[in-house]
């Protein structure tokens, strides 16, 4: 069993930062990418960045040079450092990641956090 485990969301306000983390654990064999999506109300959920291991990272349009993702592998974690924060960018924000688990090292399969709450206002 795999589990993805997000903090760090919250209400803050416009042109303020925040910092989103996400913890994998369990029978984790490799993890072949990790990243973050959103999903704001009403819309459907969107790529925000993703890091691949060994891959160029991928940003969407709207957070280019406003938020940088990372990832420390010897904790199984990656972040998503949040600057200059609009109220567009309100949203569930979602953990996600491509793990192959020990008990099917040749599977890729895909893994959710449960969201964490990110609030753009004043």
């Known amino acids: 069993q795999v589990q993805l485990v997000e903090s760090g969301g919250g209400l803050v306000q416009p042109g303020g930062s925040l910092r989103l983390s996400c913890a994998a654990s369990?029978?984790?064999?490799?993890?072949?990418?990790m990243g973050w999506y959103r999903q704001a109300p009403g819309k459907q959920r969107e790529l925000v960045a993703v890091l691949p291991s060994g891959g160029k990272t991928n940003y969407a349009d709207s957070v280019k040079d406003r938020f940088t993702i990372s990832r420390d592998n010897a904790k199984n974690t990656v972040y998503l450092q949040m600057y200059s924060l609009k109220p567009e960018d309100t949203a569930a924000y979602y953990c996600y990641a491509n793990i192959s688990p020990r008990d099917s090292v040749l599977s890729r399969l895909n893994y959710w956090g449960q969201g964490t709450q990110v609030t753009v206002s004043s």
């Open positions: 369990g029978s984790i064999f490799s993890i072949n990418s």
